[in-house]
């Protein structure tokens, strides 16, 4: 099935989605990686507040290349989620509704998908030159230090994803060479 969704997603939307649904996602996503995940933990252990907002939020796994003139952002392809998933259920309990990556996820990443109704979407690995297309902003909005693993702000029209993992635990890599 194709399916439509606009930014910020709720549990009304993440609980309609089922592993295996092709969705084109519209608004805004938020771009994050392994050092600004590392970054945002410490803050939390801190008792300092996030520089985005995680409610109802989706954030994408990837580090893009140097954009080339005339165009938004460079190659945007997906990071292997795994490298989060330490991180993840931490920032799942605080709100966060949907990742978006490659690659499979731990059990307590999994668990915590259920707990809060989220869902974890995938990217095409190899295809960043076409998934850039598919973004019409981009800004850096905290730790600019990092570079390509700063974490930015996106601006989306009709991006691309599959959810892998749904709301209710279905996941559509167990399911891959089965039947």
């Known amino acids: 099935m ?24 519209n608004g805004t996503i938020y771009v994050a990686r392994d050092a600004a995940h590392k970054r945002m933990d410490e803050a939390l252990d801190a008792g300092s507040e996030l520089p985005l907002e995680l409610k109802d939020n989706i954030i994408y796994y ?38 978006i990556g490659k690659g499979k996820r731990s059990p307590e990443v999994i668990d ?14 190899g295809a960043g030159a076409l998934l850039s297309k598919a973004i019409t ?9 990092l570079g390509a693993e700063a974490i930015r702000k996106l601006t989306v029209k009709d991006f691309p994803v599959i959810v892998v993992i749904d709301t209710f635990g279905n996941n559509l890599y167990a399911n891959v060479g089965k039947g």
């Open 2 to 25: 194709e399916i439509s969704i606009t930014t910020p997603i709720n549990e009304e939307v993440t609980c309609n989605l089922h592993a295996g649904d092709m969705c084109y996602i």
């Open 62 to 99: 990837m580090g893009p290349s140097p954009a080339r003139e005339g165009h938004v952002i460079g190659s945007a392809g997906p990071t292997t989620a795994s490298r989060m998933d330490k991180y993840t259920p931490r920032l799942l309990d605080l709100g966060l509704k949907g990742m």
């Open 112 to 125: 915590a998908i259920i707990r809060n109704k989220a869902v974890y979407f995938a990217a095409i690995g």
């Open 137 to 145: 902003a981009s800004e850096v909005i905290a730790y600019d230090d």
